[in-house]
């Protein structure tokens, strides 16, 4: 119990909520970095996917970079983008958004895949040309998934943007580090429920997000796809 | 100016005299890695199977179960390591903790999958040839949700050798030792190594999976990952 009182006034303490060790410029740092490596990487992996899953072209690639993607280490990632790119936070968001292009990738693939492929021959007959077809058709049904790969992919990130401490980043993991380092455990555990508290306010606020913008008529079917969309965890 | 060798050393990616010569190092850090994650997934499956299959058969746990799990799936490995340090110290409880309760998501969620992609003319069949809800669940229900189960031990699998590398930080890490020591010292070929064989290694045990899962369950050839 001791543990949770110092954390308790760990928190009640002013000084850990001003100045640039301060919690709301930790957290500032922690979402800044994980909103723009997200970004970056949608814009790379959502064309990628919706691309590969509208013609229907190299599945087992788009399936299979997920796996790859499960593969990488985040740790030897990070560290491994810092020795060659040195400090800053150009390693932290190249790492980050190489983390967070696979999920998108996959689950994008699988949204666009499996729209009905009588749906499209209706959309056909209808006069829809091909664009109008994905832009119209396609993607509002494929909304579910594609949400979901924005969603997992945020909370990896949040979580790997933890790790960035390591290599000097700022962010909330800055807490959790030091507080190993410097065997402060109230630290550490203050740290930790930041941390804990972010990547679940992540996954709430995506999965709120994601309800409000699934067009309604699709809301009806949506139960399984929390079956098809793709899991991910890297740190 | 002294024109220094020490300053116009360049530190190579990887510096094969030093690598070997440090093998026995590296062997250790992958019998870690393995052990680990032998742990995790061996632990994840006693823990998922009776909770799958109780969440299963009364639907009022099928909920809290995935909800809580979903919850310990979302918190960052680092910050449940963390959380758990000052009740569970530095090593392998914590971080098998931490471990173990990742791969029950997985595993649960898949295990839920599958029995719920059996079909009612199946069960219905299995009624009607006797079988007591005990047989039907062993003989019927288990083995045609075995292909989805596998594919979550495969997902898990792969999963859990990446977060290995991060209890490194709580004083193990298999091959995540070897990458510590390479950013701490500033040294390129421990760091390079390390990463390289534990992607390497979670490539090839899904690959041993595959295998395993054809001639194993030779039914669950066709069905997706």
Do not use: C
């Amino acid at each position: 119990m001791s543990v949770l009182i110092k954390v308790a006034q760990w928190f009640a303490d002013p000084a850990h909520w001003s100045g640039p060790d301060g919690i709301p410029q930790r957290l500032f740092e922690h979402i800044q970095i994980s909103a723009e490596s997200v970004a970056i990487g949608a814009l790379i992996a959502l064309p990628i996917g919706i691309a590969l899953g509208h013609y229907g072209r190299f599945g087992t690639l788009a399936i299979n970079i997920s796996n790859v993607g499960r593969a990488l280490p985040s740790f030897g990632v990070l560290v491994i983008a810092f020795q060659v790119l040195g400090l800053g936070n150009l390693p932290i968001l190249v790492a980050l958004v190489a983390l967070a292009i696979p999920p998108m990738v996959t689950n994008s693939y699988v949204g666009l895949r499996e729209v009905d492929a009588d749906v499209k021959e209706a959309a056909r007959g209808m006069g829809y040309r091909e664009l109008a077809q994905l832009v119209r058709v396609e993607l509002p049904l494929a909304v579910p998934l594609l949400m979901a790969g924005i969603r997992t992919s945020a909370v990896q990130v949040v979580a790997t943007a933890t790790l960035a401490a390591l290599i000097a980043g700022g962010g909330l993991g800055r807490y959790v580090i030091d507080g190993f380092a410097q065997q402060d455990y109230t630290k550490l555990f203050a740290g930790a429920v930041l941390v804990a508290v972010l990547a679940t306010a992540t996954e709430l606020s995506l999965s709120g997000a994601e309800r409000i913008l699934i067009p309604r008529g699709i809301r009806l079917l949506k139960a399984p796809v929390a079956r098809r969309a793709t899991t991910f965890k890297t740190a | 100016m002294p024109s220094g060798a020490f300053l116009d050393y360049v530190d190579p990616w990887v510096n094969w005299t030093w690598l070997s010569t440090h093998i026995p190092l590296f062997v250790a850090a992958l019998q870690q890695h393995l052990t680990l994650t032998a742990i995790a997934i061996l632990g994840g499956l006693a823990l998922s199977l009776p909770l799958g299959i109780a969440a299963h058969r009364w639907s009022a746990l099928r909920n809290p179960v995935l909800a809580f799990f979903g919850v310990v799936y979302t918190i960052p490995s680092l910050a449940l390591f963390a959380l758990l340090v000052p009740y569970t110290g530095l090593g392998v409880l914590t971080a098998e903790i931490g471990l173990i309760g990742y791969t029950v998501q997985i595993l649960v969620r898949n295990l839920l999958v599958g029995l719920e992609s059996v079909s009612p003319e199946v069960l219905d069949a299995a009624d009607g040839m006797g079988y007591r809800p005990l047989a039907r669940l062993l003989r019927v229900e288990l083995p045609l949700a075995l292909p989805a189960m596998f594919a979550g031990i495969r997902i898990a699998t792969v999963t859990t050798i990446g977060l290995v590398t991060i209890t490194a930080l709580i004083g193990l890490g298999g091959l995540g030792q070897l990458i510590n020591r390479g950013l701490i010292e500033n040294f390129h070929t421990p760091l390079v190594v390390a990463t390289v064989l534990s992607i390497a290694l979670a490539l090839v045990a899904d690959l041993t999976l595959v295998v395993v899962q054809r001639i194993a369950i030779p039914w669950s050839r066709g069905s997706a990952a």
